[in-house]
């Protein structure tokens, strides 16, 4: 049996959770049927094995559904699927907390339903988190990805967005808070981290302030109260990638004029 040192979280609604909690992957998600199977797969290519996906559904309405449930069907003994009652959408800090309380791992990773993971982001963040028994949370880069598309004019547009500080090193509290606060450093994204489930869920989990009709910055709010309270290690690895697209929640929400509501 598995020990599931990482959870991860994945969703139906764009938003994910990989739970490198034993390595428990949770995903979340949201009408995400597009890249939904690529994202799933990308856990499963993990080098890393021990892990379990937690799917949590945002309550779509495509049918990215009945693929997470034929997925936890068919893998049970590493996939589980979760909703809201009455099938609802509450927002990914909502969908994010329920996962975290589901994981049983002891890491947990995020994984948005549009991105997915390099082969070799698990075995490598858990072998960081162990060496580094203080700190809380961890991430590296990201690869802006447009070439997905296939489209050879969109291949020049890649890049890797790096941490912007020193890597490879340990931060203890409020340095990265006045780094992210000051608007020099950019956050990572969700895709990217990896974090200790226990000292999460003491800090409250993530902010559910942020649900519907607040979209946007879930994340810097969820990492402002982690940075000021834990350490976190910084590593120069690109572990991820972030896709691009016109119908991300970022992009729908900027379109609609919400971004800052």
């Known amino acids: ?20 909690e034993t390595a428990r992957e949770r995903k979340s998600f949201l009408d995400a049927q ?6 799933v797969e990308s856990v499963f290519a993990q080098t890393f094995a021990d892990w379990e996906l937690l799917l949590v ?3 779509s309405s495509d049918k990215s559904s009945s693929m997470a449930l034929q997925y936890a069907g068919q893998h049970s003994e590493r996939i589980r699927y979760f909703e ?12 994010r907390n329920l996962g975290l309380r589901q994981a049983r791992g002891k890491y947990v990773a995020l994984l ?23 700190v809380v949370l ?8 447009y070439s997905w598309t296939g489209k050879q004019e969109d291949i020049a547009l890649d890049f890797v967005q790096g941490p912007d500080v020193p890597a490879d090193k340990v931060y203890d509290p409020p340095i990265l808070l006045r780094l992210f606060l000051s608007d020099s450093v950019s956050t990572p994204c969700p ?15 993530f902010e559910e302030s942020f649900g519907p009709p607040l979209t946007m910055h879930e994340d810097q709010a969820f990492l402002a109260k982690v940075v000021l309270h834990g350490s976190v290690f910084v590593a120069k690895n690109c572990w991820d990638r972030y896709r691009i697209h016109a119908n ?8 609609e004029g919400r971004e800052s509501a």
């Not at 809201?84 to 969908?95: E, I, K, M, Q, V």
């Not at 991300?248 to 379109?255: E, H, I, K, L, M």
């Open 1 to 20: 049996r598995l020990n599931e040192e990482i959870a991860a979280l994945g969703a139906v609604n764009l938003a994910a959770l990989s739970e490198l």
């Open 34 to 39: 597009a890249f939904f199977r690529e994202a």
């Open 57 to 59: 559904d945002d309550g």
């Open 84 to 95: 809201h009652d009455g099938h609802a959408n509450r927002g990914l800090p909502a969908s």
């Open 112 to 134: 948005d339903s549009d991105d997915v993971w390099l082969s070799t982001k698990l075995e490598e963040q858990v072998g960081l988190l162990d060496m580094h028994p203080e």
């Open 138 to 145: 961890l991430y590296g880069s990201s690869q802006y990805w």
């Open 191 to 205: 895709s990217d981290i990896l974090f200790r489930r226990d000292p999460i869920l003491r800090l409250g989990g």
């Open 248 to 255: 991300s929640c970022c992009a729908v929400t900027r379109r």
